[in-house]
Nanobody
Framework: VQLVESGGGLVQAGGSLRLSCAAS????????MGWFRQAPGKEREFVAT???????????DLADSVKGRFIISRDNAKYTVYLQMNSLKPEDTAVYYC???????????????WGQGTQVTVSS
C-alpha cells in the first residue's frame, strides 16, 4: 500500500494550491479518503474526507475552519484524491497528509493507511 502526496509549496495569503494523493496497493474505490494536517507544535487535525461512491453517493465532510475554501474530490479511475485549497491563510500552514479508511469519519484512528505528507506554507 502506498499513498503519495504532491502539490504542496509556498503560496501567498489569498492564493490557491491543489494537493494530489496517488494511491496504490488497495481497492481505492472501496475506501473513504481523508486529508489531515499538522502545524508546527500542534497535533494533527482533520481537514476533509470523501466517502466511496456507494456510501451516500460519495459524501464529503470538511472541518469548519476550511468550509467554503477547500474542496475534496476523487478520481477512482486514477486512484487519486485531491484537495483544492482556495483563499489560503497563514494559519493553513502545515504538513498535509492523505489517508484511507474503510469507515468515513473525522477520527484519525479510523484511517488505515497514511502518506508521508506534503508541506504547505502560506506567507502573509
Amino acid at each position: 500500500v502506498q499513498l503519495v502526496e504532491s502539490g504542496g509549496g509556498l503560496v501567498q495569503a489569498g492564493g490557491s494550491l491543489r494537493l494530489s494523493c496517488a494511491a496504490s496497493g488497495f481497492t481505492f474505490s472501496a475506501y473513504a479518503m481523508g486529508w489531515f494536517r499538522q502545524a508546527p507544535g500542534k497535533e494533527r487535525e482533520f481537514v476533509a474526507t470523501i466517502s466511496w461512491r456507494g456510501w451516500r453517493g460519495g459524501r464529503t465532510d470538511l472541518a469548519d475552519s476550511v468550509k467554503g475554501r477547500f474542496i475534496i474530490s476523487r478520481d477512482n479511475a486514477k486512484y487519486t484524491v485531491y484537495l483544492q485549497m482556495n483563499s489560503l491563510k497563514p494559519e493553513d500552514t502545515a504538513v498535509y497528509y492523505c489517508a484511507a479508511s474503510k469507515s468515513p469519519g473525522q477520527s484519525e484512528s479510523a484511517y488505515d493507511y497514511w502518506g508521508q505528507g506534503t508541506q504547505v506554507t502560506v506567507s502573509s
